[in-house]
């Protein structure tokens, strides 16, 4: 071989491998966005079907609150409970489609009971349930883990019983 043979082979060689290269780092790229896209989409259609629920627990709350006022009628109520029923069943299948193991057990145990989150034994329950919907973004890494969410679950607990219930005793110091 003479030494522009040996310089072509080399030229060409380097010219495969930048191709080679480019062409496993496209690949590489394509594959990690695709990934990171399902995650996205994952967690969007999670934090949907979480404030979803939310909001119908809050809102058939509502409806039971202002019956007891009476400032709407009774077939009011009715109708309302049966839209606010309804909502919250299409909210509990993508929370169980979506949502994390301890979320979807907390909130099968909050459906063995009578849903009455006055009773302090039903707020608890919900309560595991809150705390597992908030955990499931510290363990996506969505927030610090350090500094954020769930880091004392039981005081978590105590404070979101707190919140609920409107009482300033319910939290253990």
């Given at each position: 071989?003479?030494?522009?043979?040996?310089?072509?082979?080399?030229?060409?060689?380097?010219?495969?491998?930048?191709?080679?290269?480019?062409?496993?780092?496209a690949?590489?790229?394509y594959?990690?966005?695709?990934?990171?896209?399902?995650?996205?989409?994952?967690?969007?259609?999670?934090?949907?079907?979480?404030?979803?629920?939310m909001?119908?627990?809050?809102?058939?709350?509502?409806?039971?609150?202002?019956?007891?006022?009476?400032?709407?009628?009774?077939?009011?109520?009715?109708?309302?409970e049966?839209?606010?029923?309804?909502?919250?069943?299409?909210?509990?299948?993508?929370?169980?489609?979506?949502?994390?193991?301890?979320?979807?057990?907390?909130?099968?145990?909050?459906?063995?009971?009578?849903?009455?989150?006055?009773?302090?034994?039903?707020?608890?329950?919900?309560?595991?349930?809150?705390?597992?919907?908030?955990?499931?973004?510290?363990?996506?890494?969505i927030?610090?883990?350090?500094?954020?969410?769930?880091?004392?679950?039981?005081?978590?607990?105590?404070?979101?019983?707190?919140?609920?219930?409107?009482?300033?005793?319910?939290?253990?110091?």
């Open positions: 071989m003479d030494s522009n043979q040996v310089t072509l082979t080399v030229g060409l060689a380097g010219v495969v491998g930048v191709l080679i290269g480019t062409l496993l780092g690949v590489v790229n594959w990690c966005t695709k990934k990171a896209e399902a995650w996205r989409n994952l967690e969007n259609f999670r934090t949907q079907a979480y404030l979803d629920y909001k119908t627990v809050a809102n058939l709350a509502n409806v039971k609150t202002n019956v007891k006022s009476e400032s709407i009628s009774e077939h009011e109520r009715e109708q309302r049966f839209e606010l029923d309804a909502e919250q069943l299409d909210a509990k299948a993508r929370v169980f489609l979506y949502g994390t193991l301890d979320v979807i057990h907390a909130l099968a145990e909050l459906q063995k009971t009578d849903l009455d989150l006055e009773k302090p034994e039903n707020r608890a329950v919900f309560c595991q349930m809150l705390c597992g919907m908030r955990r499931s973004y510290v363990t996506l890494g927030i610090d883990r350090v500094k954020y969410f769930c880091r004392k679950p039981p005081l978590l607990a105590d404070e979101i019983e707190w919140i609920l219930s409107g009482k300033e005793d319910n939290i253990k110091h």
